[in-house]
């Protein structure tokens, strides 16, 4: 059984950091391309970053590069967001998601309908 536990949100003040963690169990981690979403109120759920199995691809959303690094740890089977420069627009609930690909990130990965697991999301509220 698949399982990504999302953890780190929390309460922070605009220009402050966090770091979100996501340990998945239950897969080959290392076989599986990881992703990040958030979702706001009353919002679309929205691609954040991507990262491969052996972290030679990565990839960020436009607005979130320069402040946010997607990266992540195999031996740990745990892969992290850490977010600097937070604007109150970044309030939103995080996802974990992983997909199992051949190579790289695969097709069209911003995409959520392509991801296969999902974690239950950790809020992220930052105040202005």
């Known amino acids: 059984q698949v399982q990504l536990v999302e953890s780190g949100g929390g309460l922070v003040q605009a220009g402050g950091s966090l770091r979100l963690s996501c340990a998945a169990s239950g897969l080959t981690f290392s076989v599986y391309a990881m992703g990040w979403f958030r979702q706001a109120p009353g919002k679309e759920r929205e691609f954040v970053g991507a990262i491969s199995g052996n972290s030679g691809n990565l990839d960020h959303a436009d607005s979130v590069k320069g402040r946010f690094t997607i990266s992540r740890d195999n031996a740990k089977n745990t892969v992290y967001l850490q977010m600097n420069s937070l604007k109150p627009e970044d309030t939103a609930v995080y996802y974990c998601?992983?997909?199992?690909?051949?190579?790289?990130?695969?097709?069209?990965?911003?995409?959520?309908?392509?991801?296969?697991?999902w974690g239950q999301g950790t809020q992220v509220t930052v105040s202005s």
């Open positions: 998601t992983a997909r199992r690909v051949q190579r790289g990130l695969g097709s069209s990965w911003s995409s959520d309908g392509v991801y296969y697991y």
